[in-house]
């Protein structure tokens, strides 16, 4: 997974990766919730030259 941003909570952490999800790690590690926010598309998407 390659995370692009991560806050830290109480309970766990919340982690946000480059396939679009939003994850809930709770403080045992285990994964309690996921959320698509979004697709970038590919017409975007920089290409190095």
Known sequence: MRL???VALQ???ILGD???YLR???REG???WR???FSYPAC???KKS
Do not use: K
């Open 11 to 13: 309970d766990g952490h």
């Open 4 to 6: 692009y941003a991560a």
């Open 35 to 37: 959320y698509f926010v």
């Open 30 to 32: 285990q994964e309690a």
């Open 18 to 20: 480059a396939d679009g």
């Open 44 to 46: 975007y998407q920089h």
């Open 24 to 26: 809930f790690i709770d």
